[in-house]
């Protein structure tokens, strides 16, 4: 089976720099990805690494390490519309096949 | 970019009675679509993919004669929860590859309360 972890919950500043890990347990791994979701609203994608290595798209970025099972996603700049839920999410099965990890609730305050 | 357009977006419905939450490709044909349930503060646990033409393949614990799913073109997919019950509400989302090359475009979600 899959199985993805993250912190719960982390706060930051404004500003500031976060890091938000996920480790992972799969089979028939292609890729990790990220999404985020406000408050009653519906996920939208942020990033997605196949390989080894640090991607960067504006103010994020993620990280993959596959022999670690191991990504992050690094927000920089943190402004208030940034708090929100951020799931990683392992791609399987040829892309098929999307889980999602436990979530982490992201809060920037002042 | 890649638009995917659920309704209802929210639904109250008496025990007993189904309901039935579509999904639509708006501007991309996708062959398929997945269906996840989310309950507050969890993650998102994937149902369903729905199967353009063909049968969907519910994930292990999902009871298809429950949640049956139909995807009977290449551009809408419908979930219908039958004979709901109260524990059956939840917030049921739908997502499809779009022209993303790697991300998953979601719908807005279908809040579902049954009483």
């Known amino acids: 089976g899959q199985s993805l972890e993250q912190p719960s919950e982390v706060t930051a500043v404004e500003g500031a720099i976060v890091q938000i890990n996920c480790t992972y347990q799969?089979?028939?791994?292609?890729?990790l990805s990220w999404y985020q979701q406000h408050d009653g609203g519906a996920p939208t994608f942020l990033s997605y690494?196949?390989?080894?290595g640090l991607e960067e798209t504006g103010r994020f970025s993620s990280f993959l390490s596959r022999s670690d099972s191991y990504g992050y996603l690094l927000l920089q700049e943190l402004q208030m519309k940034d708090s929100a839920s951020y799931f990683c999410?392992?791609?399987?099965?040829?892309?098929?096949?999307?889980?999602f990890g436990t979530g982490t609730k992201l809060q920037v305050i002042p | 970019g890649a638009v995917v357009s659920q309704h209802p977006s929210w639904v109250i419905c008496k025990s007993g009675t189904s309901v039935k939450i579509e999904c639509r490709s708006l501007?991309?044909?996708?062959?398929?679509m997945f269906w996840y349930r989310q309950f507050p503060k969890q993650s998102l646990m994937l149902m369903a993919t729905?199967?353009?033409?063909?049968?969907?393949?519910?994930e292990q614990g999902v009871e298809k004669d429950k949640f049956l799913i139909n995807h009977a073109s290449l551009t809408l997919s419908t979930l219908t929860v039958t004979s709901a019950h109260p524990e059956d509400s939840s917030f049921y989302i739908c997502?499809?590859?779009?022209?993303?090359?790697?991300?998953?475009?979601f719908g807005s979600g279908t809040r579902l309360t049954v009483v």
């Open positions: 997502s499809a590859r779009g022209q993303e090359r790697y991300g998953y475009t």
């Open positions: 799969t089979s028939g791994f292609y890729g």
């Open positions: 690494n196949a390989l080894d």
């Open positions: 999410a392992v791609y399987s099965g040829g892309y098929q096949k999307v889980t």
């Open positions: 501007d991309f044909q996708a062959t398929t």
């Open positions: 729905s199967n353009e033409g063909s049968k969907a393949t519910y």
